[in-house]
């Protein structure tokens, strides 16, 4: 299994450009989750899924919107770029929460670098 | 906001020794979880204790969970260097689909 691969690795945008950081996971997970990670901070939570068809909110959902149609992708578009949105964005996954009652261990990929100019 | 508030936010020690790690929130939760973050890498699950548990072992890892005082611990035994990274806290909320983390503790094992 590949767990939870994210692409691309690192990108350079201008401001006002839009883009998509794309999330697989081949682990037949339910919950899936984008974070964003600034310089010496904790994760913030940007969207999450908790299966396809159905996406919510998290902490810093504004300039960012997500969709599911299958359980292996979750793509996030970046609307129109900012330079507040440079940052390294992870992507999560985990299995249903419906069953556990709450998030459970999360599997994280590798994360893409975004600096916004 | 964040849920979880790690102490300390840096912490160095030499090889061998124990380092000790807290976490504290401020809502009921259902389980809180601890990670690990290689530099530049994604984070990497350690333990999980859900509510009604009150400590939990892997290989050097403890972790200990206070629900009356809304706080928990990780400690690591015998150190190495390997072990150098951040600790991040994450807590599922009571009823909450969403996990919140903290801002982590800086770990450096000096050999």
């Known amino acids: 299994n590949a767990g939870v691969t994210q692409t691309p690795k690192f990108q350079v945008l201008k401001t006002g450009q839009s883009m998509t950081l794309q999330c697989a996971q081949d682990m037949n997970h339910e919950y899936m989750s984008w974070y964003r990670q600034d310089p010496g901070m904790g994760l913030r939570l940007i969207h999450y899924s908790v299966g396809a068809g159905i996406t919510d909110q998290g902490e810093v959902p504004n300039g960012y919107n997500v969709s599911r149609s299958t359980t292996e992708d979750f793509p996030l578009r970046l609307l129109s770029a900012a330079p507040s949105q440079t940052s390294v964005y992870f992507c999560a996954s985990s299995y249903s929460i419906l069953v556990a009652g709450g998030p459970e261990t999360q599997y994280f990929g590798p994360g893409t670098r975004l600096l916004v100019l | 906001s964040q849920q979880g508030e790690e102490d300390p936010q840096a912490l160095s020690i030499q090889e061998g020794e124990n380092a000790t790690m807290n976490c504290s929130y401020k809502?009921?939760?259902?389980?809180l979880q601890w990670y690990r973050q290689n530099s530049g890498r994604g984070l990497v699950h350690l333990i999980l204790?859900?509510?009604?548990?009150r400590e939990k072992h892997s290989g050097r890892l403890r972790v200990t969970l206070d629900t009356s005082k809304k706080s928990s611990s990780l400690l690591i035994t015998a150190s190495r260097a390997a072990d150098t990274a951040s600790y991040f806290c994450a807590t599922a909320r009571e009823g909450a689909q969403k996990l919140v983390f903290g801002q982590g503790t800086r770990l450096t094992i000096n050999p």
């Open positions: 204790i859900r509510s009604n548990e």
């Open positions: 809502t009921s939760i259902n389980n």
